[in-house]
């Protein structure tokens, strides 16, 4: 598995701020890219700093769809007011998720 991870900065976020009232959308909109595996949207209400981590079956589909990211990145940060500082891509190297 891989994992794209992308560093947005914004204003802070205040404590009853809803912080998932687009996730349907975004959700939706990258679900139907082949090899995608997850998602989450890490958020540090204080500083206004947000990452978003993409999960994905193998390389080739992380590298396969880095234009529809590209592209989804950039509405998600215009419409929450952020700028993008950085994006990574990684190797996922083990996984736990307690269900």
Do not use: C
């Not at 950085?86 to 736990?96: D, L, T």
């Amino acid at each position: 598995m891989f994992a794209r991870l992308s560093t947005y900065q914004g204003s802070p976020v205040p404590s009853g701020g809803d912080l998932s009232r687009n996730s349907a959308a975004v959700v939706k909109e990258i679900q139907g890219v082949p090899g995608f595996r997850g998602v989450y949207y890490l958020v540090d209400r204080a500083s206004g700093r947000a990452r978003s981590l993409t999960l994905w079956e193998d390389e080739q589909a992380m590298l396969a769809s880095e234009e529809q990211g590209a592209k989804i990145r950039e509405e998600v940060a215009q419409r929450e007011g952020q700028r993008i500082i950085s994006v990574e891509r990684f190797e996922v190297g083990f996984s736990h998720l307690e269900s």
